[in-house]
């Protein structure tokens, strides 16, 4: 079998531009593929477009990738499974070409948040929640001005509200991260989502988790991993002058209510009758049915981790915690022990994988392969490697700079 090595295909660096996702067939030889986007070529409302940014997460991949290796590799009917689903990317994706997908994650949040993006949704109930929802939340808040609402529907009368003593909390987090105002918007509009009488509840918590997110008491130039509240006014580097921590949620609340509406409402026009299940659990121990392919983009060795991120969101929503299950957590770091541990657990989950799938079906896996991993964790696996392609990444967000290089693995089940 030839090596790694031998199998490796530099993604293209001629005179062309880069690829276009729609453009790509099974005919498009992987030479061809030209992956290294630049910000001109695959701007960030094209990387985020419609439901992937109903909320923030760090460590995804971009759809455009996804898509390109779905029109390579898969056709309609077909069923392609994402063994660490993360935010849902590769089913989104995926349900848009009428494929079939099966995703796992340990992460709670991550289950809801793929959920929330993949389901598919009466329009006009889903505004009539999100409007009734928002509606009384701000009743409860009568000092916030009420807004234009988001549609002109008539917004249908509800119960009166539940008595403000309701709305509290004895979460150290969520007193020590949350101005007291901020907090009882957060836990009102929680309190409203608890009572049962919406369908579209975990949607209604994406919102909820993406308005936490930014209500928290922390710097604007730091919401991925704040290392403790800011409650003092401080220089703020995205806005050039002083500036002070956030006091309140329900603009962060009425901002995202309009903004997922108007993304579930893009994504309905382009998503089909493809099935997509998403499962709560370990793709160690995975019960696929049959797949015909796998691609995923796995946690690095040591350098996320994916339960923390989220803190806020599994403080508030009260979500189960199994970030012991995660691989590679940064928690865990990057010794030579953590890496045996991080091959070991791969081998695991794609060994699994493979179970379901038949010969000559093919796994891409999208991964910074710094500690040179993937090499071992193929000759374990015994897959045929098709190609190896690497990709130079000279995008970053926030105030993370600097550039770098993943790989993408296609490796074929002998």
Same mark, same amino acid.
């Given at each position: &079998?030839?090596?790694?090595?031998?199998?490796?295909?530099?993604?293209?660096?001629?005179?062309?531009?880069?690829?276009?996702?729609?453009?790509?067939?099974? *005919?498009?030889?992987?030479?061809? #593929?030209?992956?290294?986007?630049?910000?001109? *070529? #695959?701007?960030?409302?094209?990387?985020?477009?419609?439901?992937?940014?109903?909320?923030?997460?760090?460590?995804?991949?971009?759809?455009?990738?996804?898509? =390109?290796?779905?029109?390579?590799?898969?056709?309609?009917?077909?069923?392609?499974?994402?063994?660490? &689903?993360?935010?849902?990317?590769?089913?989104?994706?995926?349900?848009?070409?009428?494929?079939?997908?099966?995703?796992?994650?340990?992460?709670?949040?991550?289950?809801? #948040?793929?959920?929330?993006?993949? /389901?598919?949704?009466?329009?006009?109930?889903?505004?009539?929640?999100?409007? *009734?929802?928002?509606?009384?939340?701000?009743?409860?808040?009568?000092? =916030?001005?009420?807004?234009?609402?988001?549609?002109?529907?008539?917004?249908?009368?509800?119960?009166?509200?539940?008595?403000?003593?309701?709305?509290?909390?004895?979460?150290?987090?969520?007193?020590?991260?949350?101005?007291?105002?901020?907090?009882?918007?957060?836990?009102?509009?929680?309190?409203? =989502?608890?009572?049962?009488?919406?369908?579209?509840? *975990?949607?209604?918590?994406?919102?909820?988790?993406?308005?936490?997110?930014?209500?928290?008491?922390?710097?604007?130039?730091?919401?991925?991993?704040?290392?403790?509240? /800011?409650?003092?006014?401080?220089? %703020?580097?995205?806005?050039?002058?002083? %500036?002070?921590?956030?006091?309140?949620? &329900?603009?962060?609340?009425?901002?995202?209510?309009?903004?997922?509406?108007?993304?579930?409402?893009?994504?309905?026009?382009?998503?089909?009758?493809?099935?997509? %299940?998403?499962?709560?659990?370990?793709?160690?121990?995975?019960?696929?049915?049959?797949?015909?392919?796998?691609?995923?983009?796995?946690?690095?060795?040591?350098?996320?981790?994916?339960?923390?991120?989220?803190?806020?969101?599994?403080?508030?929503?009260?979500?189960?915690?199994?970030?012991?299950?995660?691989?590679?957590?940064?928690?865990?770091?990057?010794?030579?022990?953590?890496?045996?541990?991080?091959?070991?657990?791969?081998?695991?989950?794609?060994?699994?994988? #493979?179970?379901?799938?038949?010969?000559?079906?093919?796994?891409?896996?999208?991964?910074?392969?710094?500690?040179?991993?993937?090499?071992?964790?193929?000759?374990?696996?015994?897959?045929?490697?098709?190609?190896?392609?690497?990709?130079?990444?000279?995008?970053?967000?926030?105030?993370?700079?600097?550039?770098?290089?993943?790989?993408?693995? =296609?490796?074929?089940?002998?």
């Amino acid at each position: &079998m030839p090596t790694n090595e031998e199998k490796r295909v530099v993604a293209y660096q001629g005179e062309s531009e880069p690829t276009i996702a729609e453009t790509v067939t099974s *005919d498009t030889p992987l030479e061809m #593929l030209n992956l290294n986007w630049r910000e001109q *070529d #695959l701007p960030e409302r094209l990387r985020t477009k419609h439901v992937h940014r109903l909320h923030p997460y760090l460590g995804k991949y971009v759809p455009q990738l996804v898509e =390109i290796f779905l029109r390579k590799f898969f056709k309609a009917g077909d069923v392609v499974a994402d063994p660490f &689903m993360g935010s849902g990317t590769t089913l989104v994706q995926a349900n848009e070409l009428g494929i079939n997908s099966v995703g796992y994650d340990v992460s709670a949040f991550n289950v809801i #948040l793929a959920r929330a993006k993949t /389901q598919r949704y009466d329009l006009k109930k889903l505004t009539y929640e999100i409007n *009734d929802i928002l509606r009384k939340t701000k009743q409860k808040h009568r000092h =916030i001005p009420f807004a234009s609402e988001i549609v002109q529907l008539p917004l249908f009368p509800s119960e009166e509200v539940a008595d403000s003593s309701l709305f509290q909390s004895s979460d150290t987090y969520l007193t020590s991260w949350f101005a007291p105002q901020a907090l009882h918007e957060l836990l009102t509009y929680l309190e409203f =989502i608890r009572t049962g009488q919406y369908e579209y509840a *975990d949607l209604l918590r994406v919102i909820l988790s993406r308005s936490a997110r930014s209500a928290r008491l922390t710097t604007h130039f730091d919401l991925d991993f704040p290392k403790k509240p /800011q409650t003092e006014p401080y220089h %703020c580097y995205k806005h050039s002058r002083i %500036c002070a921590p956030t006091t309140e949620a &329900m603009k962060f609340i009425e901002r995202y209510s309009q903004d997922t509406l108007k993304r579930v409402s893009e994504y309905s026009l382009l998503q089909t009758m493809a099935s997509t %299940c998403i499962e709560h659990g370990d793709s160690r121990f995975a019960e696929y049915g049959h797949i015909d392919g796998v691609i995923t983009s796995p946690p690095y060795v040591g350098l996320i981790n994916y339960h923390e991120q989220h803190a806020y969101a599994y403080h508030l929503l009260g979500l189960e915690d199994r970030r012991t299950e995660e691989i590679g957590a940064a928690a865990e770091g990057s010794s030579q022990r953590a890496k045996k541990a991080y091959v070991e657990a791969m081998v695991a989950v794609f060994g699994r994988a #493979l179970q379901f799938m038949s010969q000559g079906n093919r796994m891409i896996v999208v991964a910074g392969d710094r500690a040179n991993l993937y090499g071992q964790i193929a000759s374990k696996l015994h897959v045929e490697v098709e190609a190896v392609l690497e990709r130079h990444v000279n995008r970053r967000t926030g105030r993370r700079s600097g550039e770098f290089y993943e790989s993408i693995f =296609i490796w074929r089940k002998s």
